[in-house]
């Protein structure tokens, strides 16, 4: 410690560098869980490899757009998240961020992801990008989540169309094989958020939020987590089952749902052990990781063979 240190209080509160403030507002981590996602649909779009213009500019419209949507999110939420141990910290309930200020950023990062998807790649990519969007941003943020405890449920389609929009990046279109990879994110959604539900269900009552463990209990939701995931499960089988992926994924796949089964099921036994709901919320989203993965290596598996 400094001369100067020692004479002079110590500021706790220093504030981050503005683009700092701006990067948080985007929800980084989640953002590069969609862009990642997205290129594992990009990939499997193609036997061989992706052209370089749709894979760089896809995934950047992508990931712009994904960006806008969470800050939006925030922007929205600003007065709840306020309210909850979790996210009063973040730039907007802060007051490290003016609301008028993020919706500019917001604003240019969308316009920014139009135009790339809409010039450089294609209107279709384009087309659901916004949409997915709207979906989160506006139907799932304002009304879903406010108005039922399936809200995870229902708005989780904005959030597993990513492999769909890397799909349409390179394709031009939607094919059965991108509407899976669709299916398995939108089943892992219940899941992943309920366990972290659980853990801050009294936050999300004190916030007046009608998530599945404040309106219907949290032993209720601890089932809830199991059913689905075993479903999820079950749903990851198809790749497999369908010819889309063969062998190496199959493996991975078992051994990742086993793992989450294993955290679903003592969640459900055990509920009393308070460290569980976030080592399932954990593990979801190493398990999501793990099996996209798992897709992406058992596709290039026979080129690297050859």
């Known amino acids: 410690m ?20 701006y990067y948080e507002l985007t929800k980084p981590r989640v953002v590069a869980l ?15 490899l992706v052209p370089l213009d749709a894979l760089v500019f896809g995934s950047a419209g992508i990931g712009l757009g994904a960006a806008a949507g969470a800050a939006v999110n925030q922007i929205v939420e600003r007065h709840i998240d306020a309210v909850m ?14 609301t008028p200020a993020a919706l500019v950023f917001a604003a240019v990062l969308a316009t920014a992801s139009m135009v790339i998807l809409g010039v450089l790649v294609n209107t279709l990519t384009a087309v659901l990008t916004f949409a997915s969007m709207i979906g989160y941003s506006v139907i799932y943020t304002l009304f879903l989540k406010r108005m039922t405890p399936q809200n995870i449920v229902i708005g989780g389609a904005a959030g597993a169309m990513p492999p769909v929009l890397g799909w349409a990046a390179v394709t031009g279109q939607v094919e ?3 509407l899976l990879l669709f299916l398995i994110i939108f089943t892992w959604t ?23 463990p404040v309106t219907h209990g949290v032993d209720l939701t601890r089932l809830h987590v199991l059913l689905y995931t075993v479903l999820l499960v079950v749903v990851s ?4 089952l ?3 992926s063969g062998p190496v994924y199959l493996a991975g796949a078992v051994a990742l749902g086993g793992g989450f089964l294993y955290y679903a099921v003592a969640l459900y036994v055990r ?11 954990g593990y979801s989203i190493l398990y999501l990781m793990g099996l996209f993965t798992f897709l992406l290596v058992d596709h290039y598996l026979p080129l690297l063979q050859a």
């Not at 509920?271 to 919320?281: A, S």
């Open 176 to 178: 059965p094989a991108a």
């Open 242 to 244: 369908t010819r889309m």
């Open 190 to 212: 219940p899941p992943h958020f309920w366990a972290l539900a659980i853990r801050r269900h009294r936050e999300y009552a004190q916030a007046g939020i009608p998530m599945l």
């Open 34 to 48: 969609i862009v990642f996602t997205a290129l594992v649909g990009m990939f499997l779009s193609v036997p061989g």
């Open 85 to 98: 141990a979790r996210t009063c910290g973040r730039p907007l309930p802060s007051g490290r961020l003016e």
């Open 2 to 21: 400094s001369s100067a240190d020692s004479q002079q209080p110590l500021d706790l509160a220093t504030p981050a560098p503005l683009w700092r403030e």
């Open 237 to 240: 089988l198809l790749p497999f």
């Open 271 to 281: 509920g009393e052990d308070t460290r569980l709901p976030m080592q399932t919320f």
